[in-house]
């Protein structure tokens, strides 16, 4: 199986800081990357895939880059709706894995 | 507006077998892969088993493997999860998704989900 690790459990940041959240795959997954958020008591929602694709409906403060093993999910001014766990995924292996989440605390 | 709906969860006594349902509507069923994702509490996501549009083939990770079966009725647009033999370790909540209209196996939409709680 392809081990993803995410490089903190937990960042806080301040409204309009940026934060940068890291995934590491055990193995060269060539951008098939994706990024989910989960709010507090709520279902994951789908946010990027292929390692920088935007969805349509999320703001465009997030951003996302990589390439081989590391990947990062970036957000440009932080907003009091971000406080959530962020996982990601890869989907290179149909075992598909994720990350073990990294929550974000707004300050 | 694309709807996944669970059911079927529950206590159960390790040993037992549950079977959870998912109601699909919104989309066309019979056109997407859909797959569940079980989320222990507290804990990470972790994907469970897929199964393709036609349900033809399935997928499952190795800790359900011989356990678990995917399967689904297109003309009820309905998903399944025979679960058998449960395990404390497969307490969680089961969520049902589908995959997007992009290329790659993404979990695009999920329902709210289903708590299973596996405990004597």
């Known amino acids: 199986d392809i081990h993803m690790t995410q490089n903190s459990v937990s960042l806080s940041a301040f409204i309009g800081d940026k934060v940068t959240i890291t995934c590491w795959a055990s193995q060269d997954i060539s951008r098939y990357l994706g990024w989910y958020q989960q709010k507090q008591g709520q279902s994951p929602k789908f946010l990027m895939y292929?390692?920088?694709n935007l969805l349509s409906v999320v703001p465009s403060r997030f951003s996302g880059s990589g390439s081989g093993t590391e990947n990062s999910l970036t957000i440009t001014g932080i907003q009091p709706e971000d406080a959530a766990t962020y996982f990601c995924?890869?989907?290179?292996?149909?075992?598909?894995?994720f990350g073990s989440g990294t929550k974000l605390e707004i300050k | 507006e694309v709807q996944l709906v669970e059911s079927g969860g529950g206590l159960v006594q390790p040993g037992r077998s549950l079977k959870l349902s998912c109601a699909a509507s919104?989309?066309?069923?019979?056109?997407?892969?859909m797959a569940w994702v079980r989320q222990a509490p507290t804990k990470g996501l972790e994907w469970v088993a897929s199964?393709?549009?036609?349900?033809?083939?399935?997928y499952y990770r190795d800790s359900v493997k011989g356990r678990f079966t995917i399967s689904r009725d297109n003309a009820k647009s309905t998903l399944y999860l025979q679960m058998d033999s449960l395990r404390s370790e497969d307490t969680a909540t089961y969520y049902c998704?589908?995959?997007?209209?992009?290329?790659?196996?993404?979990?695009?939409?999920w329902g709210q989900g289903t708590l299973v709680t596996v405990s004597s």
């Open positions: 199964i393709t549009n036609s349900g033809g083939s399935t």
């Open positions: 292929y390692a920088s």
């Open positions: 919104g989309f066309t069923f019979s056109n997407y892969y």
């Open positions: 998704t589908r995959r997007g209209g992009y290329s790659g196996d993404w979990f695009a939409y």
């Open positions: 995924q890869q989907c290179y292996s149909y075992l598909f894995t």
